[in-house]
């Protein structure tokens, strides 16, 4: 379990309102839309997306935007529309993503192929982290959890997730078989603790924090849409997109309790404006 490399990437960005990500606890899912606010009020996030070079392989998680959203590189709103199958979508998250920022070709610049990749590790299913899944489609494997997949199967959620963007793409789903995190739910993806997905419900049903730990015990968390930044860990900011708010608080709790920790190398959100793309070695 030695030599881990995790690469941070900006794949692209998305923009907001604001109260989408750090809404609070009694925001609502319509004042998080956006829909009705100032246009000039909102706020565009980086895109994350991370590459682990483990001593057992490649794992990618989360893709970005594909290009298909901005075909030369620019904000395309005619793209986007299609590239997210929803006009009402559009509306709450627009995104861009510049020529070279998608995920494969950002890989290939280091040389590596989709095809290298032994697994896409998809947090949960929202469009700026499933959105991309065309761009590394040669992946050897991708892993969704069941909640997750169940979730997005949801009527009332038909909006929020297309399955277009998994077109084509057999998806992988697991069932938790571990006990780690605020919920007691988690995977050990390669049966060594190095790698465990750990359910961080609230934002969605099935989503996923990727802890990555050495031999020694020190570790990264990469927590997704657990918070939206560090601000929400330390002042326990929610977000306004939540399928259940309690857990949400109780999920951002443990976000908290694990990025102070002293064994806890870097604790990073997926749309954090003050995270540069970056590379960690544990």
């Not at 697994?119 to 997750?148: I, P, R, Y």
């Not at 109780?250 to 590379?279: F, K, M, Y």
Request: hydrophobic fraction near 35%.
């Amino acid at each position: 379990m030695s030599n881990i490399k995790i690469h941070v990437f900006h794949t692209g960005e998305v923009c907001v309102a604001p109260d989408l990500p750090f809404g609070g606890d009694d925001c609502s899912a319509i004042k998080a839309s956006g829909i009705f606010g100032k246009k000039e009020d909102r706020l565009w996030l980086p895109v994350s997306a991370y590459l682990i070079e483990h001593p057992k392989g490649r794992f990618l998680v989360d893709t970005g935007w594909a290009r298909d959203m901005s075909p030369e590189g620019e904000f395309d709103k005619k793209a986007q529309i299609k590239s997210l199958g929803s006009l009402v979508l559009y509306e709450v998250n627009q995104g861009r993503i510049g020529l070279g920022q998608c995920i494969d070709e950002q890989l290939l610049e280091m040389g590596i192929k989709d095809t290298d990749i032994d697994a896409v590790l998809l947090t949960h299913l929202d469009c700026d982290h499933a959105n991309g899944l065309k761009q590394v489609k040669g992946a050897k494997k991708f892993l969704v959890s069941a909640d997750e997949v169940k979730f997005a199967n949801r009527m009332t959620n038909r909006v929020r997730y297309y399955k277009g963007w998994w077109e084509g793409i057999d998806l992988t789903e697991f069932e938790w078989n571990d006990d780690q995190g605020p919920v007691g739910k988690s995977y050990d993806l390669l049966g060594d603790g190095s790698i465990e997905l750990i359910n961080i419900p609230g934002h969605a049903d099935g989503l996923f924090a990727v802890k990555v730990k050495n031999e020694e015990g020190k570790f990264v968390l990469l927590f997704s849409d657990g918070g939206y930044a560090r601000r929400s860990w330390e002042e326990q900011i929610t977000s306004g997109i939540a399928a259940d708010k309690q857990l949400q608080k109780q999920s951002l709790a443990w976000i908290r309790e694990q990025s102070l920790d002293s064994d806890c190398v870097e604790s990073l959100a997926n749309h954090d404006s003050g995270i540069e793309p970056h590379t960690i070695e544990l």
